[in-house]
């Protein structure tokens, strides 16, 4: 007799009756999940907490009295669960959306219409879809628990491939779910003199891609931009993807030029990486170094085969510290990564190797 899967047990927080109605109903249309609480406010949720012990909380961020900041930095304090947040589309929003994934949250959903979201059926698909991956998410105090032991032996494991051969002129990275942590620890760590343009694809809607470029550049040596079209890309800056945008690797002369597109969606998301990687092959052959790190599904596969048959350098997210890892996982998989390595290794390696 076959074993009936687990479910995955969540816990609903919100201010709104209706809102707490609504998500649970759009997460009991799978029969993968059991919503087994639901919580008014951060008293109420952190006892929920305590007291169910669920696989996923769902968090509104706007909620009276303990708001869904303080709820989370608790729960991450006393009993680190994967939490994904519930946000407005507000600039607000945004901000306090990217404090949150700093905190410790594996990802977001946007309410489309405010606090009270009479058509959240629009994002039911990937508030399900987030929910069963934040479920699988390794979290960012277990990770580094793990990989403690393990970092000092992998930051002086050789590369798999001699990469002294290479002339790159950029660094293309991809990152998805858990992505704006590891940047966060990545490219701060990169130093002002780094020699190569960096343009990068994180998974995030439209209006929070910029507070995302601000966060990173107020951290930064480097200078962190939104990407606009026809935007030259010169060592010191890294280029991010707007949010709704694929972003692709112009070339006029010597200059590198950002173009960007709202072509259909490649993977079901835009901005992809596997556009932008493929772009990058297209116009400057192997002369690139591209990074995959954490996230859910493929996105950066194709581009990396297309980078690798062009003599481009790889280096992927070891499973040690990807919150998910599917996007290095698949790289890796694939025989296409030249370097495996762990978050807290790949500024290093990074400036090793474009050096």
Request: contains cysteine; aromatic residues 4%.
């Amino acid at each position: 007799m076959m074993k009936k899967p687990e479910t995955i047990k969540i816990l609903i927080v919100d201010d709104s009756a209706f809102m707490r109605k609504v998500i649970g109903d759009i997460l009991s249309e799978d029969p993968l999940f059991e919503v087994i609480g639901r919580a008014r406010n951060g008293t109420e949720a952190i006892e929920a907490v305590r007291t169910l012990s669920p696989s996923v909380v769902t968090l509104d961020i706007e909620m009276p009295g303990k708001s869904g900041i303080e709820v989370l930095k608790e729960i991450m304090d006393f009993k680190p669960i994967p939490v994904v947040m519930v946000s407005s589309l507000t600039k607000e929003g945004a901000n306090v959306t990217m404090q949150a994934l700093d905190l410790g949250a594996v990802d977001f959903v946007t309410k489309p219409s405010g606090n009270i979201s009479l058509d959240m059926q629009k994002v039911g698909e990937e508030l399900r879809r987030k929910v069963a991956c934040a479920s699988r998410a390794v979290l960012f105090g277990a990770r580094r628990a793990k990989r403690l032991p393990h970092v000092r032996e992998l930051l002086h494991a050789p590369p798999l491939r001699d990469v002294s051969k290479g002339k790159f002129e950029i660094l293309v990275v991809a990152a998805s779910t858990g992505g704006p942590m590891a940047l966060q620890e990545i490219i701060p760590n990169l130093p002002q003199d780094f020699p190569l343009p960096v343009m990068i694809v994180q998974h995030m809607p439209p209006g929070f891609t910029t507070s995302f470029a601000h966060r990173l550049d107020e951290r930064s040596k480097l200078s962190v931009v939104e990407g606009h079209d026809g935007m030259p890309v010169r060592k010191g800056t890294a280029v991010i993807a707007p949010g709704g945008y694929h972003l692709m690797v112009e070339k006029k002369g010597v200059e590198i030029l950002c173009k960007l597109a709202e072509t259909p969606l490649v993977r079901s998301v835009r901005p992809a990486a596997d556009v932008l990687f493929t772009s990058a092959a297209e116009t400057m052959g192997g002369n690139v170094l591209a990074l995959i790190l954490t996230g859910m599904g493929k996105d950066g596969l194709d581009g990396s085969k297309l980078l690798k048959e062009k003599g481009a350098y790889v280096i992927a997210e070891s499973k040690e510290t990807s919150v998910i890892f599917g996007m290095p996982g698949a790289v890796i998989a694939a025989g296409l990564a030249d370097e495996v390595l762990p978050l807290d290794a790949i500024a290093e390696g990074l400036e090793r190797a474009a050096r």
